[in-house]
Structures are given as C-alpha cells and as structure tokens.
C-alpha cells in the first residue's frame, strides 16, 4: 500500500505504539508492574486477541459479556506478565 492510502494505518499503527521501545519492567508506567521483555510483541497480541473477539462472540450466546471481559483481561494481564505492587500497610500513629 502506498500514497495517500497508506496514511490512516500507519497513523493507526503508530497510535496503538504507547509502548514500543520500552525496557523490561518499564511497561506498565513508573511502577514496572510488567514483567514482559517483549512489549511490542505483548502490547501486538493483545489488540490481536481483542480483535479477535468479533469473529466469535455473539450477544446472547453462551459466553455472557461479564465473562468474556473477565476471560480477556486474565489472558491480557498474562500475556503482559503483570505482577501486582505489595499492599502497603497503613502508617499506624
């Protein structure tokens, strides 16, 4: 694809591109929450796999729409390898 045609994906592409470059631990803002050392890769399967829902889901079929967001982002948070910060104790006085 070349020319004018061409502009809206790559100005598509490089929108969905917040992570590209990253370091591992760096993805998932100043906290390193993610642990993946591919985040282009992660960030590329992800929008992938969400594109991918409107192939096979249909409202009112046997997947309810709180069970497929609850599926999504536990296949989400793992292909990101997320790990979550420790819970910080409450300052006692």
């Not at 929108?15 to 990253?22: A, E, K, M, R, V």
């Not at 390193?32 to 590329?44: F, S, V």
């Not at 046997?62 to 967001?69: A, F, G, Q, R």
């Not at 910060?85 to 006085?93: D, F, K, L, S």
């Given at each position: 694809m070349r020319g004018r045609r061409r502009v809206p994906f790559v100005a598509d592409r490089d929108?969905?591109?917040?992570?590209?470059?990253?370091q591992p631990g760096a993805f998932g803002g100043p906290h390193?929450?993610?642990?993946?050392?591919?985040?282009?890769?992660?960030?590329?399967a992800v929008?992938?796999?969400c594109n991918a829902?409107?192939?096979?889901?249909?409202p009112g079929g046997?997947?309810?729409?709180?069970?497929?967001?609850e599926r999504y982002v536990s296949l989400a948070l793992t292909v990101?390898?997320?790990r979550p910060?420790?819970?910080?104790?409450?300052?006692?006085?």
């Open positions: 929108l969905d591109g917040g992570i590209s470059g990253q390193g929450l993610h642990q993946t050392e591919y985040p282009d890769n992660a960030r590329r929008i992938a796999m829902i409107a192939q096979w889901y249909r046997p997947v309810t729409e709180d069970e497929l967001v990101v390898e997320y910060r420790a819970a910080r104790r409450p300052v006692r006085a």
